[in-house]
C-alpha cells in the first residue's frame, strides 16, 4: 500500500472513531434519567437498571474506541517515521492484504495472535 493513501485511510478510520466517540460522550453527558421521569413519584429499579447497564455499555464502548484511536495514532507515527507496514514486535513485514483490512494494526498475523492470547 502507497504510503498517502495509508495516510489517509488513517485519518479517515480516525475521523469516523472519533466521531462516534463523539456521540458517546454527549450521551454520557446527559442526565441518567430525563426530566419527566424525576417528576414520577413511583421509581423503576428495572428501567434504573437498565440505564446503568447502557452506561456501562457505553463507557466500555468509549474506552475500546480511544484504545483504537491512539492506535491509529501510533500508525501514523509509524508512517512518519519510516516503520509502518513492518511489526512492531518481530520487526517482519505485515502482509500488504492485512494492512488493506487494518490499516492501523503494528503487529504482523503471527504477533496478533499472541497479543490476542495474552490479553485473554
Ligand atoms: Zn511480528
Avoid: N, W
Amino acid at each position: 500500500m502507497e504510503r498517502d493513501e495509508a495516510r489517509e485511510k488513517l485519518a479517515r478510520l480516525r475521523e469516523e472513531f472519533e466521531a462516534s466517540a463523539q456521540v458517546i460522550r454527549q450521551r454520557l453527558a446527559e442526565p441518567q434519567r430525563d426530566s419527566g421521569d424525576v417528576a414520577m413519584v413511583d421509581q423503576h429499579p428495572a428501567d434504573t437498571a437498565t440505564d446503568t447497564a447502557d452506561r456501562e455499555l457505553d463507557i466500555t464502548r468509549l474506552e475500546m474506541l480511544e484504545a483504537r484511536r491512539s492506535q491509529i495514532d501510533d500508525a501514523v507515527g509509524r508512517l512518519k517515521q519510516g516503520t509502518y507496514g513492518t511489526c512492531t514486535v518481530c520487526g517482519q513485514k505485515i502482509p500488504e492484504e492485512r494492512l488493506a483490512l487494518l490499516p492501523d494494526t503494528p503487529f504482523c498475523v503471527k504477533d496478533a495472535q499472541r497479543e490476542q492470547a495474552r490479553l485473554q
